[in-house]
């Protein structure tokens, strides 16, 4: 069991790190704008998926998916809200606004825990209300004093919010390669029609027009995409929310630093002002988590979220 639980921190951990450093790796793909990129990513996901499934003989598996209608249009709705992350993602990227990346994943948790609340119906609890409520404020602040809505940011949290209550709709019934290839097949014709639109461009395509290594960077796309959820997924197998819910915020703290550390976007007081009311909220609700977890190994098991 012990064994199980370091695996579990160990795959879930990479993931993050993974996704943390994602903005240095799509930075190397330029002059490749967000819109092709996003394009080659949704195709080279689905021939990384396609070889997965190969290799691991997982075809049995995904037949039995194709064959209940309400799962496929669960995937289909999964890979459009996935899509739309990936894209305002890479936007917020390649046009200097990483640290804006970064607020979204710092509010998403929260966030979900609202969605939670409004769809799911579900009760919670006092420390998380508060969460919430700071957020809020947080949000406010950026708004009225930076003087800009954060769409970048808001995007990323409503997309990737009810991505999440998607995935949990869907469930066990489907495995972690068989969603992300139906995901991805679905939104095959998008990425057709944006690879075609692109080349209409000036610029054009820049898939091999950039030199060799270049062109292997873009190929990764797809692994890129790929090896990060996949870890997440055997980590979350392994591991109790609760640490997930403190693993998770390596992502939006190796997007920050990136952001504002190493590629020097600009922070002036009010944006500075605003992160630290959104920290105030996440030290609140991770402190709740581990509460929480507490009264549970006192009381025996019980949901945490």
């Known amino acids: 069991m012990r064994a199980s639980r370091s695996a579990g921190v160990a795959y879930a951990g990479a993931a993050y790190l993974l996704w943390g450093v994602l903005p240095l790796y799509f930075l190397l793909l330029v002059p490749t704008g967000p819109w092709e990129v996003v394009a080659w990513r949704v195709l080279l996901s689905f021939v990384f998926c396609v070889l997965l499934l190969t ?44 640290v804006e990346t970064s607020l979204g994943y710092f509010i998403n948790p929260i966030a979900t825990v609202l969605l ?7 009760r919670i609890r006092r420390l998380q209300w508060a969460a919430i409520g700071i957020a809020a404020v947080a949000v406010i602040v950026i708004i009225v004093f930076h003087g800009e809505f954060p769409w970048i940011a808001l995007s990323l949290t409503a997309s990737f919010g009810v991505y999440g ?87 939006p703290v190796m997007q920050f630093v990136i952001g504002a550390a190493v590629l020097g976007e600009a922070m002036p007081p009010e944006r500075w002002v605003g992160f630290v009311i959104v920290w105030i909220a996440i030290a609140v609700f991770v402190a709740d988590l581990l509460l929480t977890a507490g009264r549970s190994r006192r009381s025996g098991p019980t949901e945490l979220l």
């Open 116 to 122: 939670g609340v409004f769809v799911l119906k579900e």
């Open 165 to 251: 209550l998607i995935k949990k709709k869907i469930g066990p019934a489907v495995d972690a390669v068989s969603g992300l290839t139906l995901e991805s097949l679905w939104l095959i014709p998008i990425a057709v029609v944006q690879l075609l639109l692109v080349a209409t461009t000036p610029e054009g395509l820049t898939m091999g027009q950039n030199g060799v290594w270049h062109a292997v960077l873009l190929a990764f796309a797809g692994v890129a995409t790929a090896v990060p959820l996949l870890l997440f997924a055997a980590g979350a197998r392994r591991i109790d929310l609760t640490v997930i819910g403190m693993i998770q915020f390596i992502t």
């Open 55 to 98: 290799v691991t003989r997982g075809w049995a598996a995904l037949a039995v998916i194709v064959r209940q209608p309400k799962l496929l249009g669960l995937t289909a709705l999964a890979g459009l809200l996935i899509y739309v992350n990936w894209q305002v993602f890479l936007i917020g990227t390649l046009t200097g606004n990483v």
